[in-house]
């Protein structure tokens, strides 16, 4: 019984952990299929906000709900992008099992942990479309 109190932490923070990626995106901005540079870009998401001018790399860190760029260039219609993030985890799962000895005795433990990550990630790589006046 007293090694339960022991795993249980480990297990515990198995189950939480994640792979974010390393929270770098680069923002493009493209007409027709050429991309271009120059464009001014507002980025923001639940936590922050950004510019950054096209071509450029920002490090927005682990996802925290829908990205948003909104971008803007002299000739060009200003264009909006909204991505949520991929590979979201809404919670975990966790089991333990403990045999019992000679005795016949057993444990059995299991339940769903409703842990939100609040994560998941953004495509390291986002093309904004823009179209001509």
Do not use: H
Request: with cysteine; hydrophobic share 35%; glycine share 18%.
């Amino acid at each position: 019984m007293r090694y339960i109190s022991l795993l249980l932490p480990l297990v515990l923070t198995a189950c939480a952990t994640g792979n974010w990626g390393d929270g770098r995106v680069t923002v493009v901005t493209a007409s027709n299929g050429q991309e271009f540079g120059g464009a001014s870009c507002a980025v923001m998401n639940n936590v922050a906000s950004w510019n950054v001018t096209t071509p450029g790399t920002l490090e927005i860190g682990r996802a925290s709900g829908e990205l948003r760029i909104i971008c803007n260039k002299p000739g060009y219609r200003t264009s909006e992008l909204r991505l949520p993030p991929y590979g979201q985890q809404s919670g975990s799962s966790m089991g333990v099992g403990l045999g019992g000895g000679s005795g016949g005795v057993g444990l059995g433990l299991g339940f769903s942990l409703p842990i939100s990550s609040g994560g998941g990630s953004y495509p390291p790589r986002i093309v904004v479309n823009m179209y001509p006046l």
